[in-house]
């Protein structure tokens, strides 16, 4: 070999070298956190802190699903890392073997959930024999059993009809179903058309919470990214806090209401700040735990659940910046 060979062959494997060790210095940027959501006013503010730039250089990525169905079916098939549900569905999801953390209670439906009948229908009883449209694996199906049962009915009571959200509007439009579990903007738009209000979610205070649920091995690996997205929920608070016209503006669009149709939405709504949260997840004390427990017995006797479970491993408060 020449003395030209030898000294190109050196510079290629110290140059090689340099590139392997430059490439090893490099930080790799965390995993993405994909969060899956439907059309839903307390998920708004997840859109919103996007639409402000709150995300930009971390790796939350929002992905919107037609159904609460297609969300949890995601988060099954891990291609979500996280989801926006109600506390019903993550138990289902712990049913069916998964392994979700609640990380977040985003809000508590009072009064935003209902079940829309025909004009002319006055309470829950006129359903008897009529077709419902329910959504069912969801929430809806939690709120229709809930209902019945305290108007002293069974599901044996009624026809129900299995629809996805989506299909709510046109369903009940086209007098393809009597009645509709259902939610805004469906509601308001429903309301509009003459809809009656038979049942509500404020007659089950309490009850029906939207959360926000990590996948467990993604918590455990990569808490600060859960961390991320759970304080840019919050500074989207703190924005509609300060400008609640402009926020309304920014999210309205998205749900397919007006301004003022939005902001009556939200006043449907509970939505607890960081202090609330700690006290609602944090430690065996916590005070979501009673909901959840009265929740699981309620879910078991409708035979919505198989199994028992420890309610307690449900909840993880470590990207609340507390202790688990």
């Known amino acids: 070999m020449t003395l030209g060979r030898f000294v190109g062959c050196v ?19 965390p995993p993405p956190l994909r969060v899956g959501t439907n059309v839903w006013p307390g998920y708004e503010p997840l859109y919103l802190a996007r639409d402000l730039g709150y995300f930009e250089g971390g790796p939350v990525h929002l992905v919107e699903y037609a159904s609460a169905t297609d969300v949890i079916r995601a988060f099954r ?8 549900i109600t506390l019903d569905e993550a138990l289902l999801l712990v ?16 009064g935003a959930d209902v079940i829309l009948g025909r004009a002319g229908m006055q309470r829950l009883e006129d359903i008897k024999g009529r077709r419902i449209g329910v959504e069912h694996g969801a929430l809806g199906a939690y709120v229709l059993t809930r209902a019945l ?6 599901l044996d009571e009624v026809r129900v009809v299995p629809l996805p959200v989506f299909a709510h ?5 086209k007098h393809e179903i009597d009645a509709v579990v259902t939610f805004d903007p469906v509601r308001t738009r429903l309301l509009h058309q003459g809809a009656a ?40 608070l703190a924005y509609v806090r300060l400008h609640p016209d402009a926020a309304a503006a920014r999210m ?34 916590a005070a979501l735990l009673t909901p959840l427990r009265h929740m699981q017995h309620s879910m078991r006797a409708q035979k919505l659940l198989r199994h028992d ?7 993880d408060a470590r990207a609340l910046g507390e202790d688990k």
Do not use: K
């Open 11 to 29: 510079a290629l494997l110290v140059s090689g070298m340099l590139a392997l060790m430059t490439a090893g210095c490099t930080p790799q940027p």
């Open 77 to 84: 098939n891990h291609a979500i890392e996280a989801a926006a």
């Open 95 to 110: 049913d069916s073997g998964q392994q979700p953390r609640v990380v977040l209670v985003m809000d508590v439906s009072n």
């Open 149 to 154: 049962t305290l108007a002293g009915m069974t």
């Open 169 to 173: 509007e046109q369903a009940f439009l």
């Open 197 to 236: 209000t038979l049942f509500d979610s404020s007659q089950i205070p309490g009850e029906v919470v939207d959360v926000l649920v990590v996948q467990s091995d993604y918590l455990e690996h990569e808490t600060a990214a859960v961390a991320g997205l759970v304080q840019s929920w919050f500074r989207a």
């Open 252 to 285: 309205a669009p998205r749900m397919a209401l007006s301004t003022s149709e939005l902001q009556a939405a939200l006043q449907l709504l509970q939505i607890p700040d960081v202090a609330q949260n700690v006290r609602m997840i944090r430690g065996p004390e």
């Open 309 to 315: 479970m420890a309610a307690t491993a449900l909840l």
